[in-house]
C-alpha cells in the first residue's frame, strides 16, 4: 500500500515570523494525524534552514522548490546544488514546476539533470508534469505528460527511479481556482501508472507515489484522494493557511484507501 502524501509548495511566500506561527499551528494541529499521512513543506530556498530546525523532531519533512542543474560546486552564480541541500538536511526538491518551466526555461532535458543530480545524494525529487489548457482541449495531453515523464526519466534505471515521486498538475488548474474533477484527475493518473508500468515494470508503476495538485482545498480534497491512483496532494495557495492545509491532510489519512 501506498502512503499518502502532502507536499505544500510555499512558493514565494513567508518571512521569518509568519513561517514561526505557521509551523507553531501546523506542528500542534497535525500531530494526531501524523502516523497515518506524510507531511512536507516546501519554503523558499532562504528559508530551508530556518524552517528544518522549527520542525525537528515534528515528524514533517522539508523540501526545496528546485536544485540546480549543475553538480556540486562551481562558478554558477544564485545556484544550489543537490550536495548543499543535502547537506542541511533536506529530504525532498520539487523539480519541473509548471512555474519553473515557464519563467525559467527548464526544459524537459534540465529537468532530467536536476532530477539526477538530486537522486546522487539521495534526495527525493517530487517531478512535476502536466498539460496547459490547450493541450487538453486539443486532446494532446496524454502524448505530453508521457513525454515529460520519459524525458525526465531518461538513462535513469528503474532502481535509481526508485525514489521518485510524481506529481499530476494540470496548468490550466494551478493557481486559478478550477481543479480538474475528480475523474478527470484519476484518469490521468490510471494512465500515468499504465505508461509507467509499460515502460519500467509493473512493480515501480504499483510504487510510485503520484499526487494531484492545482487549486486543491479542504473542500476538494476528500474527493480527490479518494481516487485509487491519487496518492495525495501537491497544495500551493492553501499551504500556507494552517487550518486549510491539516484539513487537506487529514483527508488523505483518513481516505477509504488507508485503510
Ligand atoms: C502548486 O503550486 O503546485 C499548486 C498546485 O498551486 P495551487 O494549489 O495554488 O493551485
Redesign the pocket.
Known amino acids: 500500500m501506498r502512503k499518502a502524501l502532502v507536499a505544500g509548495?510555499w512558493?514565494m511566500h513567508g518571512r521569518i515570523t509568519q513561517n514561526i506561527n505557521l509551523i507553531d499551528d501546523l506542528v500542534k494541529q497535525l500531530s494526531p494525524i501524523k502516523e497515518s499521512v506524510s507531511v512536507l513543506v516546501c519554503p523558499p530556498l532562504v528559508y530551508l534552514n530556518q524552517v528544518s530546525g522549527l520542525l525537528a523532531e515534528a515528524g514533517i519533512e522539508v523540501g526545496a522548490q528546485d536544485v540546480s542543474r549543475f553538480e556540486k560546486d562551481g562558478a554558477h552564480t544564485g545556484d544550489c546544488s543537490a550536495e548543499m541541500l543535502a547537506d542541511i538536511g533536506v529530504s525532498y526538491a520539487?523539480v519541473g514546476?509548471?512555474?519553473r518551466r515557464s519563467e525559467h526555461q527548464d526544459t524537459d532535458a534540465v529537468i532530467a539533470l536536476k532530477l539526477k543530480n538530486l537522486l546522487q545524494v539521495g534526495i527525493k525529487p517530487i517531478l512535476?508534469i502536466g498539460e496547459s489548457l490547450e493541450q487538453r482541449e486539443e486532446g494532446t495531453f496524454e502524448k505530453v505528460i508521457a513525454d515529460q515523464i520519459s524525458n525526465a526519466f531518461s538513462g535513469l534505471s528503474v532502481e535509481e527511479l526508485s525514489n521518485v515521486i510524481l506529481?499530476y498538475?494540470p496548468i490550466w488548474?494551478?493557481?486559478?481556482?478550477k481543479?480538474a474533477s475528480p475523474d478527470q484527475a484519476q484518469a490521468v493518473h490510471a494512465y500515468i501508472r499504465q505508461m509507467l508500468a509499460s515502460d519500467y515494470g509493473s512493480e515501480f508503476s504499483e510504487k510510485v507515489t503520484i499526487l494531484y495538485?492545482?487549486?486543491?482545498?479542504a473542500a476538494n480534497a476528500d474527493q480527490l484522494f479518494s481516487q485509487p491512483d491519487i496518492d495525495g496532494?501537491?497544495?500551493?495557495?492553501?499551504?500556507l493557511v494552517s487550518e486549510e492545509f491539516t484539513a487537506i491532510c487529514r483527508a488523505a489519512a483518513t481516505s477509504p484507501k488507508n485503510g
Not at 173 to 177: D, L, P, Q, S, V
Not at 213 to 217: A, F, R
Open positions: 509548495n512558493k520539487l514546476h509548471s512555474e512535476c506529481a498538475e488548474a494551478i493557481g486559478t481556482g481543479t495538485g492545482g487549486s486543491v482545498k496532494g501537491l497544495i500551493g495557495g492553501a499551504a
